[in-house]
């Protein structure tokens, strides 16, 4: 019970995550999967629809004022787009949201992921519960940001 | 704003914002799920735009009444009219039974009101009390129906009917879209309406068709003067439903914190008490708690 100065404030208010695909990549299935799972866990679920751009996943991530976005690519263009959200985010000076990410991403990126703020990195076949628990992990962090900053 | 619920903190700044809000016109949107609510508000928001007001967007799903979890799928649906056009929009999840929903949307209502919005559309699954609590926050009540709904429009007379001020019959380009409006403006014939006259628009989001009246139709409403009774009325409305979420918080701290009602809970869920016995209980140690609280007040 160390988490926030409201502790029932903290408790009563479920993770609120957004997921989101930006770029070129059609392939939903594994987000219909996540956003279930996410919402079985007691989350407060966004889904950005097919092909939004990294700024609209960011502005709907301030508008809504989720505490992760979660981002999934299929298509091998994570280096790029992945970067595109970390950046804006740095940009706007947004650091009470946090950016994890899943895909088909390989071991070799992962480090340089994790450096511009996007931790996860789940490749297919990962048990959900491991995503959910990171997810929670880092909404924890992205929460206590929020309250600090009130 | 959004689960402040237990917090004092919403209350001193909603406190602080009031004088400023009260020019927002708040359209309510609500009807049975899969008519097209919300791609019908993505269809009205650019029509509103056009004539250069500022609009914002509450959406409210429902969530899981198990694990509390919501997917808020309102947002995917109006997705592009809201980039395009830079819409503010917020998705709420009505967190499953514990009340207090009506107080966040009345809170983020007065926030987007107090911030120069021009109209907030403030949108529900027509289901439920609590939708028709929210819906009386709302300036103008719009209810989305669709053709082949049959005889639910006659459930939902009973409950949507009253706070009604304007019907839209969407999918209109449907089989049967003729006589859904026929059928809405039957009720309404034998149904008792005051000055207003409940219009019955028929809107496509396909075609495009009514769109323009329907937003026509809310901004008439809008200008059509309430009486001062009305207004006294959505004031009282306001009022009940802070002290409700207010009385809701206090319910809802004792039953973790307070001995005396956990004591009591414990009692009625050994069976060893009676629940009507209990909530009697319950209800005269959180008025002592008042009582005693009310001298430290300023």
Do not use: C
Not at chain 1, 89 to 103: F, L, N, P, Q
Not at chain 1, 120 to 147: C, F, Q, W
Not at chain 2, 208 to 233: C, I, T, W, Y
Request: avoid cysteine; glycine fraction near 10%; hydrophobic fraction near 40%.
């Amino acid at each position: 019970m160390a988490d926030g100065k409201n502790q029932s404030l903290f408790k009563d208010k479920p993770v609120k995550v957004l997921l989101a695909k930006p770029g070129i990549d059609g392939h939903d299935r594994g987000m219909f999967v996540l956003a279930r799972a996410f919402r079985d866990a007691g989350m407060d679920v966004l889904y950005a629809g097919l092909l939004p751009t990294p700024e609209e996943v960011v502005d709907t991530a301030v508008n809504e004022d989720v505490d992760v976005i979660a981002l999934s690519l299929l298509n091998g263009a994570h280096m790029v787009v992945f970067k595109k959200v970390a950046d804006l985010m740095k940009k706007r000076g947004i650091t009470d949201i946090a950016v994890v990410g899943g895909g088909t991403i390989p071991d070799s990126d992962k480090p340089k992921l994790e450096k511009i703020g996007v931790s996860g990195n789940y490749g297919p076949g990962t048990r959900l519960s491991i995503i959910i628990d990171h997810v929670r992990e880092r909404a924890a962090e992205a929460r206590k940001k929020k309250m600090g900053s009130e | 704003m959004e689960n402040d619920l237990y917090s004092d903190r919403a209350l001193d700044l909603l406190k602080g914002i009031y004088p400023s809000t009260g020019h927002a016109h708040v359209v309510g949107i609500t009807g049975p799920p899969g008519v097209g609510k919300s791609t019908l508000i993505g269809s009205i928001v650019p029509l509103l735009m056009e004539e250069g007001k500022k609009v914002a967007v509450i959406a409210i799903d429902a969530s899981s009444p198990f694990s509390k979890g919501s997917i808020l799928g309102n947002r995917i649906r109006m997705q592009e009219s809201l980039t395009k056009h830079s819409v503010y929009m917020r998705s709420l999840s009505t967190r499953g039974l514990n009340g207090g929903l009506s107080f966040s949307a009345l809170g983020t209502v007065k926030i987007l009101d107090a911030a120069g919005y021009d109209t907030i559309i403030l949108e529900t699954v027509g289901a439920g009390q609590s939708d028709l609590d929210i819906m009386r926050l709302a300036g103008t009540v719009t209810v989305i129906l669709a053709p082949g709904l049959g005889d639910e429009i006659q459930a939902i007379k009973a409950g949507l009917m009253e706070i009604a001020h304007i019907f839209a019959v969407n999918k209109s380009d449907r089989d049967g879209a003729f006589q859904a409006i026929k059928d809405v403006q039957d009720i309404l014939m034998t149904s008792m309406q005051g000055d207003w006259k409940i219009p019955v628009v028929g809107t496509s989001t396909v075609t495009g068709e009514g769109l323009r009246e329907l937003v026509a139709q809310m901004e008439r409403h809008a200008s059509f003067v309430p009486s001062v009774k009305d207004r006294g009325s959505v004031l009282k409305n306001e009022l009940s439903l802070i002290v409700e979420s207010e009385l809701m918080k206090m319910f809802y701290r004792s039953m973790e914190n307070d001995r005396g009602v956990t004591d009591i809970v414990g009692e009625v869920s050994d069976g060893s008490m009676d629940p009507f016995t209990g909530s009697r209980r319950i209800i005269s140690a959180i008025s002592e708690k008042i009582n005693s609280s009310a001298t430290t007040l300023p």
